[in-house]
């Protein structure tokens, strides 16, 4: 297996990793159960991590951005892929919220969830 194979499998582990973690905090503070890869896009193949379709809602884990080596989020194309596709998300009329390692495991990604949904199902 060469090398950028490996570093992929690495990456997608972590990346595996860090959802669950997401979702597993999700659970524990019993908020609604979101849509797990969920393609948000009527034409292309794009997917949020997590969705509550209902409220328009994307949750995006980032992960490698604390990584010493850029990961494919880093990198310039990569970087520019995810403009793309979280603008071509807004002009959906959907709210992305993006959340590094770091804000997930400090619980910061939780609040701002907990947030996004109590606003989006006000009034």
Same mark, same amino acid.
């Given at each position: ?7 992929? *499998? ?44 209902? *409220?328009?809602? %994307?949750?995006?884990?980032? !992960? !490698?951005?604390?990584? =010493?080596?850029? !990961? ?5 194309? %990569? ?11 807004? *002009? *959906? !009329? ?20 907990? =947030? ?6 006000? %009034?």
């Amino acid at each position: 297996m060469k090398c950028n194979n490996i570093q992929k *499998l690495h990456a997608e582990s972590k990346r595996k990793k860090l959802e669950k973690q997401m979702a597993y905090q999700i659970k524990v503070a019993k908020l609604p159960k979101p849509e797990e890869e969920y393609i948000f896009h009527p034409d292309r193949k794009w997917r949020f991590d997590f969705a509550y379709p209902d *409220l328009m809602i %994307g949750i995006e884990c980032e !992960g !490698g951005t604390w990584a =010493k080596e850029a !990961g494919r989020h880093n990198r310039g194309k %990569g970087f520019r892929d995810d403009c793309i596709k979280y603008n071509e998300a807004a *002009l *959906l !009329g959907w709210r992305v919220l993006r959340f590094t390692s770091d804000l997930i495991a400090g619980g910061m990604a939780l609040q701002v969830i907990e =947030k996004a949904i109590a606003g989006a199902t006000e %009034g």
